[in-house]
């Protein structure tokens, strides 16, 4: 990239500008904020329902279609 020298006329003096921001996405505009924040929350929120969905999930474990040794007519009584 080339430099280019900047005319005292092009210049923008410091009683025009307000503030000047520091940090992660400082000077964007506010929906580029937004739309961070929003995703962030997103993906927080999607891993609080994982985990809760995980801990809701539990239940004992059943064998269906098995038989009972009750239930097998074969099977002589003791």
């Known amino acids: 990239m080339s430099e280019r020298t900047i005319d005292r006329d092009e210049r923008v003096s410091e009683d ?3 503030a000047v921001r520091v ?23 999607s891993a609080v ?7 809701l999930a539990s239940e004992p474990v059943r ?6 040794d009750e239930d097998d ?3 002589e009584p003791p």
């Open 63 to 68: 064998v269906v279609g098995a038989k009972r």
């Open 23 to 45: 940090g992660h996405g400082a000077n964007c505009s506010s929906v580029g904020s937004v739309i961070d924040t929003l995703f962030a929350t997103a993906a927080i929120g």
């Open 49 to 55: 329902l994982a985990m809760v969905a995980a801990a």
């Open 73 to 75: 007519p074969k099977k």
């Open 16 to 18: 025009s500008v307000r």
